[in-house]
């Protein structure tokens, strides 16, 4: 194959990292985007607000904000070296945590919609045929949601793939340890090696275009079932 | 039958809804013109509208009381409600869309698949996507699911709205011989004379949210 072993490597870490970011944040942004699209609550603006700001802060911004936070003298990442002995930053938990917190905003956005597309009248019915509410969520809510979740899922994953600014700051480019697509690209690109780079942007575009096409034939299942 | 309508209070748009009826009749007619409340009321039997004040119990089951704020879950109030507007569920076929109410532990002869299915004449339709409905095939595909999940009233609202006259006339037919056959008390809302004459035994007229008059369809309507 053309891409050489380091990149195939590199390729492999930012599928997995990105994969399990997403799979991360998928119950936690449906658990969020649910009670924004049904309900009305004190603080709902200010979740709103707090979900939203991943997308418009500079990525560098909250690649800070996360080092802040996960570094040992930091308040979450002082408590997981010293009961769980678990170091973050400059790791591949850092690289998930960024992409993670970067790809939030989108997942729970479309989720959002999703939900707020669903007929609250044939929830309803289900409970008038006897469904508690657990049911109604996942044999009706769910379900008919599903466009929208997908269509989060696959717009979470790019994004986390495409994730540079927070990355950098979090995890930094340790080859073999952290270095992502994004990040060797612009490695490649700085020192000159643009055959590796563009063989890169290519492998980009792929996963790219294979996350839509994917989203796509989902979606198409999801409305014809 | 008895169903028991208190003080029931509820505030609509241009009017408020307030209704004190106590229910025999296995076959009850709720008529009146579009907007005088009929859906609202159906709508707090079953639970899915909340009224400011209410006490309402079905054969001796207290389903609100509002003095005591408690409101029996709309789940455990075991009522089969056919909606005016389209209510199967469009992801499910049409099978699981009548199963999904129906108790695998429940060993009810009565609501059996195959009684249901077997009186509303729906074998055929068992295997097609919802979408793929016809009006009144949908509506009877409503009834059914609503009759297996063994409710203890069937609350209809204008069920045969918008059917041409010969397929309003087939479900009229089975929804006459519903009560006898299942032995299920139905209110049955329409603003239809000839329904509410072919169907019921006792009609409550409803006008901008009050009872105005209540007795047999024939002498009330004909």
């Given amino acids: 194959m053309w891409l050489t072993p380091a990149e195939w490597q590199i390729v492999r870490f930012t599928l997995a990292v990105c994969a399990l970011s997403t799979a991360i944040i998928l119950p936690l942004g449906l658990a969020v985007a649910w009670p924004l699209a049904r309900h009305r609550w004190p603080g709902k603006l200010l979740v709103e607000t707090l979900v939203t700001l991943p997308l418009v802060l500079p990525p560098v911004a909250?690649?800070?904000?996360?080092?802040?936070?996960?570094?040992?003298?930091?308040?979450?990442?002082?408590?997981?070296?010293?009961?769980?002995?678990?170091?973050?930053?400059?790791?591949?938990?850092?690289?998930v945590a960024a992409a993670a917190v970067m790809s939030f905003p989108l997942l729970v956005r479309s989720a959002r919609v999703g939900f707020q597309s669903v007929n609250q009248r044939l929830e309803q019915i289900a409970r008038t045929l006897g469904a508690s509410n657990a049911r109604v969520f996942f044999t009706i809510t769910l379900p008919l949601a599903a466009r929208g979740i997908i269509a989060g899922i696959v717009l979470a994953f790019a994004r986390a793939v495409g994730e540079f600014g927070a990355t950098i700051v979090v995890a930094g480019n340790i080859p073999g340890k952290t270095t992502t697509l994004s990040l060797e690209i612009f490695e490649t690109v700085q020192l000159g090696h643009d055959a590796s780079a563009y063989r890169l942007l290519i492998v980009s575009a792929l996963i790219a275009f294979g996350a839509v096409w994917c989203s796509e034939v989902l979606m198409k299942r999801s409305a014809l079932r | 039958m008895k169903l028991e309508i208190q003080q029931l209070t509820l505030h609509l748009k241009q009017f408020s809804l307030e209704v004190n009826a106590d229910l025999h009749s296995p076959r009850t007619g709720i008529f009146g013109p579009s907007g005088a409340g009929k859906t609202s009321l159906l709508e707090s039997i079953a639970g899915l509208r909340k009224p400011e004040t209410a006490k309402i119990s079905l054969d001796g089951c207290l389903y609100e009381n509002s003095e005591?704020?408690?409101?029996?879950?709309?789940?455990?109030?075991?009522?089969?409600?056919?909606?005016?507007?389209?209510?199967?569920?469009p992801h499910l076929s049409v099978r699981r869309n009548l199963?999904?109410?129906?108790?695998?532990?429940?060993?009810?002869?009565?609501?059996?698949f195959d009684h249901v299915v077997d009186f509303l004449r729906i074998t055929p339709l068992l295997d097609r996507d919802v979408r793929s409905l016809s009006r009144g095939e949908n509506q009877r595909i409503v009834i059914a699911r609503a009759l297996l999940s063994a409710p203890r009233l069937l609350l209809l609202d204008e069920p045969l709205t918008a059917l041409d006259l010969k397929l309003k006339n087939a479900i009229l037919e089975q929804l006459r011989f519903l009560h006898n056959e299942f032995g299920i008390p139905m209110l049955y809302v329409t603003h239809d004379h000839a329904e509410a004459i072919e169907i019921c035994e006792e009609v409550l007229m409803l006008e901008s949210g009050k009872i105005t008059a209540r007795g047999r369809p024939i002498e009330l309507l004909a």
């Fill in chain 1, 62 to 95: 909250t690649g800070l904000l996360l080092l802040k936070l996960f570094s040992r003298r930091g308040g979450l990442g002082q408590f997981l070296h010293e009961h769980l002995g678990m170091d973050v930053v400059f790791t591949w938990r850092a690289v």
């Fill in chain 2, 68 to 89: 005591q704020n408690y409101s029996l879950p709309v789940r455990l109030r075991k009522i089969g409600y056919v909606p005016q507007d389209d209510s199967l569920f």
């Fill in chain 2, 99 to 112: 199963l999904y109410g129906t108790n695998s532990k429940s060993e009810h002869v009565t609501f059996s």
